[in-house]
Nanobody, 121 residues
Framework: QEKLVESGGGLVQPGGSLRLSCAAS????????MSWYRQGPGKERESVAR???????DYSDSVKGRFIISRNNAANTVYLQMNSLKFEDTAVYYC???????????????WGQGTQVTVSS
């Protein structure tokens, strides 16, 4: 069964850095876009960053210049390097992959279980 597993969350002080990883496993033939979302306390889930299979990236204005998304296509893994972290970056971070299980299959969105990132002094 296809699944995404995030890791790398934790507690960090303002101005610090964390690196999140998300590995896709199971019967995956190909992955199109891989993304990171987050949901802060009392807030709706929001898009943070996305990267397509060719490496093109897009960021939300709130993280642009501080976060870097990257991926390893061979390992079906996406990363999120988070620098200059702020209190408002506190959230559960989720990864998502738009993937298919075979060349004839349709693309579906798969989600990880989330990893907590807390920015606190």
């Amino acid at each position: 069964q296809e699944k995404l597993v995030e890791s790398g969350g934790g507690l960090v002080q303002p101005g610090g850095s964390l690196r999140l990883s998300c590995a896709a496993s199971g019967s995956i033939f190909s992955i199109n876009v891989m993304s990171w979302y987050r949901q802060g306390p009392g807030k709706e889930r929001e898009s943070v960053a996305r990267i397509d299979s060719g490496g093109a990236t897009d960021y939300s204005d709130s993280v642009k210049g501080r976060f870097i998304i990257s991926r390893n296509n061979a390992a079906n893994t996406v990363y999120l390097q988070m620098n200059s972290l702020k209190f408002e970056d506190t959230a559960v971070y989720y990864c998502s992959a738009n993937a298919r299980r075979a060349w004839y299959d349709v693309f579906r969105n798969y989600w990880g279980q989330g990893t907590q990132v807390t920015v606190s002094s």
